[in-house]
């Protein structure tokens, strides 16, 4: 698995702890811009 990998996966649990407890929340950074389809690749998780 790659670091991009690993940085999704982390993630993606941040935003299911987050939806469980009904906080809201937004990714902010490199994350963020992936949606966008912007390649960058992070090594964190900016929420």
């Known amino acids: 698995m ?7 996966l982390a993630a993606a649990e941040v935003e299911a702890f987050c939806r469980n407890h009904a906080w ?6 490199g ?4 949606r966008w389809g912007m390649p960058r690749f ?5 929420l």
């Open 42 to 46: 992070t090594q964190d998780v900016d």
């Open 2 to 8: 790659s670091g991009l990998d690993d940085v999704i």
């Open 24 to 29: 809201q929340f937004c990714f902010i950074g």
């Open 31 to 34: 994350v963020a811009v992936q």
